[in-house]
């Protein structure tokens, strides 16, 4: 694990990007996701994601990638740890399964940094918040948001049906709307890292 609170940010064009086989979403609706949700809280107990901000830079200002899956949702990389898994080996299995080509040498650097934001789903709904209410003893989801620090060179295979965007920070900050609370709130959280910007 990587701590440090500068964090050094390589030009879009430093990387380079492919494509793989579709990752299909489990779901096909929100209302499929919470039942799905439900069905594996009483087999496992609370659900426990780790998800990954990946930072490029482009115009001397970092960008975050964001996976999009049809024309508006957007998600940061990562996803649900299996019962008892470390966080960090569980994230980079996670990204490794999103973003990796499938050729075991070509595996990103992944050098995850520290944990940045924790936000809890108190209930089987969509809100989550960045706490846990005082009311709630058991709550259904504990999400945790890590930065992941970046070489200098990378190659990201993207799954077909998805698109991997490089989204501005000044885009996301304050954006609920659009990019929900959890990447909204991105830019405050980061606002104690200095940026390195490195030229290519």
Excluded at 48 to 74: D, K, R, W
Excluded at 130 to 149: A, M, Q, T
Excluded at 164 to 170: D, I, K, S, Y
Aim: hydrophobic residues 35%; proline residues 8%; charged residues 20%.
């Amino acid at each position: 694990m990587v701590s440090s609170s500068i964090v050094n940010t390589y030009p879009l064009s430093s990387y380079s990007f492919g494509t793989k086989e579709p990752k299909m979403e489990k779901d096909t609706s929100v209302a499929d996701r919470l039942a799905r949700m439900k069905l594996n809280y009483m087999k496992e107990g609370m659900r426990t994601s780790v998800e990954a901000i990946l930072l490029v830079q482009e115009h001397n200002h970092p960008h975050i990638l964001l996976l999009q899956i049809g024309n508006t949702f957007c998600k940061l990389p990562g996803g649900r740890l299996k019962p008892g898994e470390n966080e960090i080996e569980g994230l980079k299995r996670k990204l490794s399964s999103k973003l990796a080509a499938n050729s075991p040498n070509m595996q990103p650097n992944w050098q995850i940094g520290e944990c940045v934001a924790v936000w809890w789903r108190p209930n089987f709904e969509t809100i989550m918040y960045p706490y846990c209410p005082p009311h709630i003893s058991k709550p259904k989801e504990c999400k945790k948001l890590y930065v992941v620090h970046l070489s200098e060179r990378e190659y990201f295979a993207v799954p077909k049906n998805l698109k991997l965007l490089a989204v501005p920070l000044f885009e996301l900050y304050d954006n609920v709307q659009r990019y929900g609370p959890v990447i909204s709130t991105i830019p405050q959280q980061l606002s104690r890292f200095q940026f390195n910007m490195i030229a290519s």
